[in-house]
């Protein structure tokens, strides 16, 4: 099941024009346990797959800018066309919810509600970067060369980019200290298990 969002927000710079049009997408894998005190084993071996581990979420990205290097008097001008994120996000699905208890339905709400919301966190830090990229691009000047004017371009999303780490890792240890803590949205996975909760560039995962 995939289901598509798609954000529009329009930026004037100067006296040319860049818009960030943004889409993020779900995919659902299916939990096909009927028990909670078998979710951890499940999601283990068939939750979604980063490197060697198996997570319970997953969120992909990448942040893009459609641009152009334009010879004019002077030099080189910078003119950005578009500056956008794509993302997928990939949740769980429990297809055989119906037969937990009442107790059990009202937690797996709750639990799964937390794990797209920590996802969602992570695409917005995403869109942080490409507001960025937007508000600084506007100030590269008439370059020299075209080579220069790329090169302004990139420190500028080198900058935005190194933002969304720092925010995704302040996100991330947040999520261990509640994990660690005495919060009772983790309860029923604490039998000596562990969440593993970690990004990276173009990628962020809550795993086991």
């Known amino acids: 099941m995939k289901i598509l969002i798609t954000f529009v927000m329009v930026y004037f710079i100067g006296t040319c024009h860049a818009s960030t049009s943004n889409s993020l997408s779900y995919e659902y894998y299916d939990i096909e346990v009927d028990k909670v005190s078998k979710l951890y084993n499940f999601v283990k071996k068939a939750g979604p797959k980063v490197g060697e581990r198996n997570a319970w979420a997953t969120l992909d990205w990448d942040l893009n800018t459609e641009y152009e ?20 996000v990939t949740l769980p699905k429990w297809t055989k919810s119906k037969d937990l208890t009442d107790s059990d339905k009202k937690w797996w709400s709750e639990f799964s509600q937390f794990i797209l919301d920590h996802e969602k966190n992570h695409y917005n830090n995403t869109l942080i970067g490409a507001e960025e990229i937007v508000s600084e691009i506007k100030n590269i000047p008439v370059t ?24 995704d890792l302040q996100l991330d240890k947040q ?12 309860a029923r ?3 000596g298990q562990t969440l593993v909760v970690q ?6 995962y809550l795993g086991l």
Do not use: Q
């Not at 990004?199 to 962020?204: D, I, K, L, P, V």
């Open 69 to 88: 290097l334009r010879s004019v008097k002077g030099g080189c001008r910078f003119i950005a066309k578009d500056v956008y994120v794509v993302g997928k």
């Open 144 to 167: 020299e060369s075209c080579k220069k004017a790329r090169e302004e371009y990139l420190s500028i999303k080198h900058k935005a980019l190194n933002k969304i780490h720092k925010l």
């Open 175 to 186: 999520t261990r200290r509640k994990f660690a803590g005495n919060d009772k949205l983790f």
């Open 189 to 191: 996975l604490k039998n």
């Open 199 to 204: 990004s990276s560039f173009m990628r962020g």
